[in-house]
């Protein structure tokens, strides 16, 4: 059975930390690429941040460019978010989500995070 489960979320103070954490079962965790998303209330979902199967290869959206860092360990099978000076427009659940193509994408039900101003 396939799961991501994300934890970490909570509440913060505008210019904190959070470090969120996505722990993966019932796959090859080092065969999927990793992004991690989030969804503000009335938004749509966009994509935040991205990882390469092995960890070589990262990318971000420019809003989270320079505070945000996402890193894995494939032993762990686990994906970090680590969030540095968070801003109150960071608010949203923050999913998880694993992609190895099309009918290989899987998705954890996501983590809220609230920064406070």
């Known amino acids: 059975q396939v799961q991501l489960v994300e934890s970490g979320g909570g509440l913060v103070q505008a210019g904190g930390s959070l470090r969120l954490s996505c722990t993966a079962s019932g796959f090859t965790f080092s065969l999927y690429a990793m992004r991690w998303y989030r969804q503000a209330l009335g938004k749509e979902r966009e994509l935040v941040a991205f990882?390469?199967?092995?960890?070589?290869?990262?990318n971000y959206a420019d809003s989270v460019k320079g505070r945000f860092t996402i890193s894995r360990d494939n032993a762990k099978n686990t994906v970090y978010l680590q969030m540095n000076s968070l801003k109150p427009e960071d608010t949203a659940v923050y999913y998880c989500?694993?992609?190895?193509?099309?009918?290989?994408?899987?998705w954890g039900k996501g983590t809220l995070v609230t920064v406070s101003s």
């Open positions: 990882i390469t199967s092995a960890g070589g290869s990262t």
């Open positions: 989500n694993a992609n190895r193509g099309v009918f290989m994408d899987y």
